[in-house]
């Protein structure tokens, strides 16, 4: 049997799931669970995997769940969802739309199609199981708690993982994204920039402001700090190499008249390469020491690394395969994916693993919003984009086209040497 | 009768006052008032002075108490004493120390002196009423509410303090300061500095952290306008004229990821003459509406001008009527007095009565303590100064010096004409 | 006659001229000519295109020179070479280097390839006007002086090119590269940069410098006008756009001691979209007057533009022919261009005449050296690029691939509708 | 005899020799001499010193003169006056004005008005010398060359000035200033400032413009540095310190497009006291290392210290003595300098030798012109400063008083012993 007409065949399963699927995606809208507690998500998938098949391990890395439904010899896939939402009071007035609070009682919606994303790797996940005869090998569906903190995919390792599961030969993922509905969207090498968080505490000496000689004044070691940063993206980098570095905050001081003792900022860099990150990251070291020694400060500025996450740089192989069945069957709905300055930590479990990986987007928005947005040169401010209160992926074909992208992807391995 | 002889004569009551000052002196410092919450201190005041025989009047801009001893024809002296406490918790070890609260529970201390200022104008005006023959005109003894806030004069002044009281020829006012009890220092011309405080908010516009392009960034912005102040002082002044920009506090953003939309910046000024305060604002102004342009800042900044002070400017002639005579009673222990970063709101007086003024310090430190300091060139850490929750003047010779100063500096003028 | 065969018939022709060529190039190589200087080179260019059968016009712009071979109806296609050399001294070793120098005895050198650009077309030329028999329509070799200086396109324009020439369907041309020699390189989109140079001059007022209260300071106010300038790179366009701001002089005074007058600084900035070279210069010019504001200055900034030249954006179609005509001819040798940082007339002329353009490169250098230095990851350093005074690309396969490349990129669009 | 007494029987003689000092005086304005060419001057200043008298030594530290006139046991008082001008082309219209040249044929100007100081010495010791009744000691005149250049002072005591002449008791000088003439100022303690030159040369690495990240830019680098100094002013010595810190010139690249290998700067620095010199010295090394750390500069950077001055800190005894002196002769006309920032050499010739000093200024601007500016508040416009092309004192009484204050100051030593 050909890859293609193995998509037929375990696509041919769609229609009749549709409504099920439907009906699931909008009950899980209306229940966002944050990142750590979506014990009622996993549940959910844990229950209908074990339904179609799959032999379920739960409760990986906290709540994250992992079906694999092994169907003969033949390659491995794993296929990766992230389950949490964000804490945002949803404003998208859709009927389903979540009034969820978590457990301080703030709001909480899936401003980020989570929700999207676990429904279309349930309904692959049942197609695939319900037309075995179409294809040959391993496909493992995995969902992850916390993307968003970017702990998940760690989390789940580090409970190991890779024990509990074949060793897949290739690891997918998707996300939706304020495209057009009915698209998807691929890109070989860099695709999500690498994130990198720093909390600087300089220090300084206080001092009666009258009397700034007694001092050393963390207000103006902080504020050359930031200027002087500005020259990492200006002189350090290749002009052809993305980097962004932005301080996002900056604080010292409480009054008009007191030189503080400290002053802190917290900057964030995203970068598309290894090495670049790590020369950013020397950079911002080398200055921030080299600042406060400017100043004649009394000792070196403390740098808290947090939040990091890799770039996510797609296997090209791996992605021109892809890519390839996504145009014999999408056709002129298979684009080219620009570069994202997002991030993402679906990319610690390949590399965990030791497999390649690719990630694709697909679109979410009403088509003809989105034609109208582009007429007007204003997709900018007309199209919801993830994170905003107002994001609401169109239910159709949004889902058709997420679970038909995860069953082509995964048949692009698996297909081929079916019965 | 001389001056020098009247100056005897007066002087000669304080041996019999002494015990009964300093007993007042430790209860004053025992239950320090907030600034327009002198209602203890105010009514202890007007108490005494009526039973000197002070024609009084109180509750002037809120506590504030006058007493006028009209003693024939002659000039008219009007002596200044502050009256408040700071929210500061006391730690002087004391038998006498602090442990007042304000309504809201916070600590209370007289950690500036205001307390030795009002037990020491007192004790001139028992002795002054006590051989009214040694001396000739009229005294009127103030007691300002609300020095600390720079509130309380201009209070006083909008009350109608002009037209309770007759126009005197002069006004005199002291400050106990971290020098050696026993001195006394003037200081003609420029003796306090002015202050002034600015908010200044530069706006924005928020984007996320890995958009720049979409935002203006007020971290930035913020941070020139720090770094950009500093020419204030280096290029746009005299190197002649002292003046010292702090820019106190800094404040934009939550997380590393956001670029927010403003930031807030905080500073104090300190000048000498009216003339290098005005061009130093417009300096501000000027400098902080062009680093928004410069930032492409889509509004001006928000610059709030407050908490401002006049500089204390003693005049030439006062300075030099006085200082004559401290060098007469107090021979080596009267000194010159250092240009001070402090500010002082006691000119408003003088300036709104329309009368020539002079203010001095004199010393509460302990000589002994001082003099082993200053071999070891430890002044700075040894010697607790205003404002600090150790500042505890010794009690003597610091209230004898205050009296002294006090009564001395009264008869300069009305002890000439004296009977 | 399919566009394939046409090629294998027109190229049939190489060998038998190949030995004239090398000679020919040799000569050139050794005979380089300033930018607007190109007479020799000019001459002997008409003098063989009329030997082809071309229909020549000359002096064109100074030194331009045109051919036309109209060889019946069919598309029209104009191939574009430069002529000038650099003003360095050649440091290659080669037996047949310049030792030319120009009227003021400085030594001049091919520096930059143009003599393989012009031998390179001068070959197709010949090849084209040898087998008329195997394409049809129009071919057009243009031969430009003064690329260096960036004036040579526009000087042709300006002396009337399009009323000399048939209108073209497209305009071609090719640069020889530090890359192997035996690939062709093709980029759709932004290929070459924008070039855009600035003079900023900021005027302060002169004192003497221990006075600056009476001076503006220029020293100040340029260098915080070039640490703005960082801004705009790292703030102001996306961190998906490359873009280069370089401030590459400054000046200001002659002595320690006394503020100057004035302060005068150069930039380069290099961009790829015409719209963020605009915003680019609106910031700058922006960021100038608000930094002048900023330091009170007495008047507004000089900013003189100049030097510019604009983006080379491959018109994405034609590109797309070539490049398919070129893997199908070159296979493997065949390759994408990264974006390159820097820049060119060439568009000049196809914008002028409103048709559609794509610019390549072609590898100069000896693969085996290049093989090498990739591998140790020294071709920074061991690859001599274009304007080093070693550069030397190899005579074979360098010359033979620029013919190649000229005349398949040629017949993409001539030899499709042969006989 | 009184000192009193002395001084008017001294200066008893003035009338006797004015006339002949005025002549000499305009003879040297319109023979003026740079610094280490005062051969002429210096010449008549030992041929006049050995016709009074005085036992002469010259040519120490190349063109300096001593006169020594011991006069029987009693104090040693050394006086000193410099004799080079400017090269300035004088405009003040003066019919013996200069038209001197050097030996490069550039205009030379007494523009200073050293020349008025050489006159008024000269007067001085010829009526000390006529009066020898009248006091007691030893009276030396001392020549010095090259006060411009900082250096004629050291150059003298290298020579072996203090093993030329008894020790002094004292040492005195006194400089024409643009106050009114008649008037003598003296100021106790710091009255001159200390200079120091340094240039500091940033090292980066060169590379073409559009590559930033292959080099390191030295543009930024120094510019950051500027901006980084003006903190020293404004946060790291006292507001009550005068400081300036000018940088004067900085200069770096030739076109806009490259980066290049270093920068320069050069700065100016003014200070009164010696532990803030070396505070203000060690806070600019530390910038200029930790600026270029910043950067990441490939080796630190050159700082090069040079054009020292130190500054003239007035013996307070001396100048009380000096000035008592002066307040008994001249009255109303004796003054208060204030704090000037220019810097002189002279304090190195008492240091050398060990022994207090004084330098004060007397006025040689019209007093009716100065009048009429003062009214106008146009001083700083109306009359003109030393330096100025059109620097003329009025020769009386600017010579009168000047002889008079080195006969006055002499004597407040010499004169109380006499006979």
């Known amino acids: 049997m050909s890859a293609r007409l193995s998509v037929d065949t375990v696509l041919a399963g769609l229609d009749g799931i549709r409504s099920d699927l439907e009906a699931f995606y909008r009950d899980l809208h209306a229940h966002p669970e944050l ?3 979506e014990t009622r998500t996993a549940a959910r998938a844990a229950e209908r995997l074990r339904a179609y098949g799959y032999d379920v391990s739960d409760r990986i890395g906290g709540t994250g769940v ?8 033949g390659p491995c896939v794993l296929f990766r969802a992230d389950m949490d939402a964000l804490p945002i009071e949803e404003r998208t007035g859709l009927p389903y739309a979540s009034t969820a609070v978590d457990g301080d009682g703030r709001p909480v919606m899936h401003a980020c199609g989570h929700d999207v994303h676990v429904t279309a790797l349930l309904g692959a996940a049942r197609l695939m199981a319900q037309a075995r005869a179409a294809w040959k090998g391993t496909h493992i569906a995995l969902f992850q708690p916390a993307e968003e903190s970017g702990e998940g995919a760690r989390a789940m390792i580090a409970d190991g993982l890779a024990d509990r599961i074949p060793k897949p030969d290739v690891c997918l993922a998707q996300h939706v994204l304020p495209y057009p509905a009915g698209q998807v969207l691929t890109r070989p090498g860099p695709a999500l920039s690498a994130t990198d968080n720093y909390r600087i505490t300089v220090h300084g000496r206080s001092a009666h402001g009258s009397s700034p000689d007694r001092g050393v004044d963390p207000v103006v070691m902080a504020s050359m700090l930031v200027v002087r940063l500005q020259t990492v993206v200006s002189r350090e980098v290749s002009p052809l190499t993305p980097v962004v570095l932005t301080v996002g905050s900056i604080h010292s001081g409480a009054n008009p008249n007191n030189i503080p ?30 600042e406060c020694a400017a100043s004649g400060a009394p000792q070196p500025p403390d740098i808290d690394h947090f939040g990091t ?13 892809v ?14 994916l620009g570069i994202q300055t997002a991030s993402e930590d679906f990319s610690e479990i390949p590399k965990a693993l030791g497999v390649p990986f690719t990630y694709w987007g697909f679109g979410g928005t009403d088509p003809a919003l989105y034609a109208r947005a582009a007429a007007k040169g204003t997709i900018a401010t007309d199209v919801p984009t993830n994170h905003n ?6 239910v159709q074909p949004t889902l058709d086209t997420g679970v038909q992208a995860a069953v082509v992807s995964a048949l692009a391995y698996l297909g081929n040497g079916a019965r």
């Open 66 to 73: 992992v079906g694999v439904l092994s169907n003969g010899d």
């Open 261 to 290: 003792e400290t002053a802190e900022i917290q900057l964030n860099v995203r970068t598309y390469q290894e090495e670049v990150r790590q020369r950013v990251k020397d950079a911002i070291v080398r200055i921030a020491h080299a």
């Open 323 to 336: 890519a390839t069945s996504f145009s014999a069957f999408f056709g002129e709905r298979a684009r080219e």
């Open 35 to 37: 990142g750590h507690q």
């Open 389 to 394: 209160a107002a994001f609401a992926p169109v």
């Open 309 to 321: 996450l890799p770039p996510t740089i797609n296997d090209e192989e791996t992605t021109r395969r």
